[in-house]
C-alpha cells in the first residue's frame, strides 16, 4: 500500500505526520474516496470538486492544484491496479493520499438498523469525522451483521454506515431524499440518472414492502441486500438490483 504526504511518496507503513496534527487530535479535516480499475480512477473530477466542497465548508485552507500533481504522482506510481485512492487534508496542514487494496465485502449484505442523528453543522460535508458511522457499523456487526442501516430516532431511514441505500418496492427503485439530510454520494447520483431510481422518504413501516434492496458506494458499486433485521428480502440480488447494476456499470465505463 502506498502513501503520500505533502508530495512525498513511500510505504503507507512507514508515512508519518506530527501528533500536535489536529486532523488526527480531533478529527478535523476532510477526505474523499473512489476506485480504481487498473488504475484508472473513475470520476476523479467530481470527486475533488466535492473534497473542493467540504474544504470550503470546514473552512480549511487546501491548495487543490498541488494535490491534483501529487495524486497524478500517486497514480504513476502505483501502476494499473485495482484499489481505492483516497485524498485527505488536514487542519494541521498535511495532504495525505493513500493508495490501498479494495475491502473485502460479502457478495450479499445483511444489515441491522442502528439509532442515529445527522450532524446539521456539517451537512453535506466528508469529513475526517466519521467515529459515529464506524461506530454503528460496529455495533451492527456485534449483533451479527454485515453492515449498518442508519435510521433516524423518528424512524426514517437514510443511508448505510458508509453507503447510500436504494430499496424496490412494486418494481420501482427508491432512494432516501437528501432533505433528510443523507450523504450526496456520487454513486447515488449516477444511480439516479442511469437506473431510474427516484427520491422517496422511507421509513422502517414503507420498507416492510420491498422486494429488494441494496447498499451504494464508490468501491462496493451495488451490494445485494438480504435481511435488513428481521425483515427477509425475497430477492438478492433481485432483477431490479441487477439492472441497476449494469446501468452504473456502464456508466463506470463510459467514464474510464
Not at 83 to 92: D, E, H, N, Q
Request: glycine content about 8%.
Amino acid at each position: 500500500m502506498l502513501a503520500s504526504v505533502d508530495g512525498a511518496i513511500g510505504p503507507a507503513d512507514q508515512a508519518r505526520i506530527p501528533v500536535t496534527d489536529e486532523g488526527l487530535l480531533r478529527g478535523d479535516g476532510g477526505f474523499d474516496a473512489l476506485r480504481l480499475y487498473g488504475g484508472r480512477p473513475c470520476a476523479l473530477a467530481a470527486h475533488l470538486e466535492r473534497f473542493a466542497r467540504t474544504c470550503a465548508g470546514l473552512r480549511l485552507t487546501v491548495d487543490h492544484e498541488t494535490l491534483k500533481r501529487e495524486i497524478e504522482a500517486m497514480l504513476d506510481a502505483a501502476g494499473p491496479v485495482d484499489g481505492v485512492l483516497r485524498f485527505y487534508a488536514t487542519r494541521g496542514g498535511r495532504r495525505l493520499i493513500l493508495i490501498e487494496p479494495l475491502p473485502h465485502r460479502p457478495a450479499i449484505a445483511r444489515l441491522a438498523t442502528v439509532r442515529f442523528a445527522p450532524n446539521r453543522v456539517t451537512d453535506g460535508l466528508k469529513t475526517l469525522s466519521y467515529a459515529a458511522n464506524m461506530l454503528a457499523l460496529r455495533l451492527a456487526q456485534e449483533q451479527g451483521y454485515d453492515d449498518a442501516l442508519l435510521v433516524t430516532p423518528h424512524g426514517r431511514v437514510l443511508e448505510g454506515a458508509t453507503s447510500s441505500f436504494f430499496w424496490v418496492r412494486e418494481g420501482v427503485l427508491r432512494t432516501p431524499p437528501l432533505e433528510d439530510r443523507i450523504f450526496e454520494s456520487i454513486t447515488r447520483t449516477l444511480l439516479i440518472e442511469h437506473a431510474g431510481a427516484v427520491e422517496e422518504p422511507t421509513t422502517l413501516d414503507t420498507l416492510q414492502g420491498a422486494e429488494e434492496a441494496f447498499l451504494a458506494s464508490s468501491v462496493r458499486e451495488v451490494q445485494p441486500v438480504a435481511k435488513i433485521d428481521d425483515l427477509q428480502l425475497a430477492a438478492a440480488p433481485g432483477p431490479v438490483t441487477l439492472r441497476a447494476h449494469a446501468a452504473l456499470r456502464e456508466a463506470i465505463q463510459r467514464a474510464l
